[in-house]
């Protein structure tokens, strides 16, 4: 990297030193000459239990962290080269200031995050520690600081990843204490960071093994718990088990959330075994949980934190590695579905998991996005999900998730214009107003109602309405009170619809639409500047244009019968033997302007082949026959003959190729 403006980077810059002699020299600006000898102080928060007594803990921390901050402060105020000589060649500085930090800072999820921030005498002191420390490491995270003042970035690099300022498990502690909507410097250091360092990246492959094999222990430590007695139980060490579960969660979650990049760069493996390790573990460990609530209540909102955060760490993982990838492709889509496909037999992670994150939802999405999605996949998820969700009392329709009409075609036809909407992406105010059109007077909550246990689709609904098949218990919303308007405008008393007097008034606008919609289809839905306009003061011109005839010879006319000649050419010749073409166009009446397909087929095939005689010079002009079969096995092949072969072979191929093309995209 040339020098910006002819200041040359840190790591070529020289400066002049003057040593206790007196002798001056010019040595590098990076030099462990800057590092003083002294010993530093490391961070630590006092123990709550201790801070009413009598004892002198809150002064020795306030002196302790006094000095703590005179360090922080210190390193921000040395220029340029000594700040990277003394973080570079000082591991204490690392080790011992920043890490410990990093480590023992109280996080905000915590219990006791709260009462430290609120003490009179703890709290300011910990915020102004709490913004010193993300100021060093931003100012780690930055090569160039002004144009005098800068590192090449390649060196950069190196200086942070070998001396370990930045890692994928520093990253995560600086996202747990630093994470929020407002922080907008976070996101831009952590992306400078792995950006310009892509070896962070491959610490990933150590550290979710790690995550995973640490959840896995503090799954079983929980069970070992609620298998002994319960007098046995100690709320401390409880307290203690969901603090490590809900950090390590809520550590990774805030990562990603930072910068969701980093979850498409987890192999698939350990990412496909992290995800179904928090399926697994959120199932069997909320059971275990629940008991422990009924004799610790003071735990329930920790638990129910915990839950929340596991949740949102899985669709994380799950969406951004799948469905919110810039290269999403059908084996994103594959791997979405295998992954759920998994979770399965887990009925409260999956209750939980549809809850928030709807799986409808996530089907709209890919629909709206052209994504061609197999409806059995669908339907087999959505009938899964459904059970899950009986289990807990939560009752849903078979057709919830998948709508009868679904259509590939019309899909497809949607996807090409972002104005539209797939089939299934209908809120409930059109489901709603849809139905509201053939009835009026029927009652919102109803309607809402039967929308609900039918999927919001309204043509089923509708249909269970005529029908009569909605469910019994849906009965209690069939009377309902509404407001009527007299001829005055003014509203009148209040009357009850019976529900006999509903279903004719649904089968009167329903067949009054229906009668609409069949005149509607009698229209065309091509627009009116694409369809041809014949007047009829003009005379028709029966002059036909052959120019591009040959071009369509072979292809189906539009009132071509359906079962078609196997030896097309034998039958044209023997109409051209029954036909008198010549009499035929002196005596075609001008009123029959459209000529039998079959006659147009013949004169175009004739036409045909008077053309290829004309180009060849006349004579037969039929295909030559070629020798693709050649001498017997063993005694060798002329070289016309193998090159006969790969011609049929390569024609073949293209052929059936080219048709099964064409049948794909017809059907």
Partial sequence: MAATGGFPPLEQRMVELTFDNGKKTKVSALNKHYVPNFKYVSFYMPALDTLDDESSTLDDWVEQMNLFRDDLRWLLRLPHHKFWSVLTFSEEVSDTVLTSFLLRAPRNHEPEFHQYAIHPIIGPIYEQLHDLIFRIFMRLATFKESKEEHITP?????????????????????????????????????????????????????????????????????????????????????SQLIRFSTDQALSLLKLLRT?????????????????????????????EWKKIILKFPALESRVNGWRVHMINLFRLLLATSTLDAKESNQNGIDDFFGVLSNCLEMNSFLHDYEQTYPFRKDIQTLLSRGVDVDKTRIEYLGNAINTALEVFGVRRSSDHFVNPSFDRQELGACSLDSGLDSPLQIDMGIALSQVKDLLPDLPDTYIQRCLEEYGYNTENTINALLEGTVPNSLDTFKENKLVVLNSTGRSSDTVNIPSKEIKAKVLEAYNRQQLQAEEETTQSHIHHSLLPTFNEDIEYDDEYDDTYDELGVGMSEPDAPAIKPLNIKGSIRKMEEEIDYEEIETNQNRENFVEDPAVLRAQAERRHQTHIQQRSGGGNNLPKERDVVGRAKGHGQEKEVVLNRRKKEESGAHNRRNRSDFKRREF
């Fill in 259 to 287: 910068y969701p990049p980093i979850a498409t760069k987890i192999e698939k493996h350990n990412l496909h075994e992290l995800l179904l390790v928090i399926a697994l573990m959120y199932e069997e460990d909320v059971d």
């Fill in 154 to 238: 390649s060196k950069w690099a190196s200086l942070i990843y070998d001396n370990y300022f930045f890692d994928i498990p520093k990253l995560m502690d600086l996202c747990a204490l630093y994470e929020s909507k407002k922080n907008r410097l976070l996101p831009q250091m952590v992306e400078n960071v792995l950006k310009h360092e892509p070896r962070h990246l491959e610490g990933l492959s150590i550290v979710i093994p790690l995550i995973t094999e640490k959840w896995e222990e503090l799954s079983k430590e929980l069970k070992t718990f609620t298998k002994g007695s319960k007098n046995q139980w100690v709320e401390s060490k409880l």
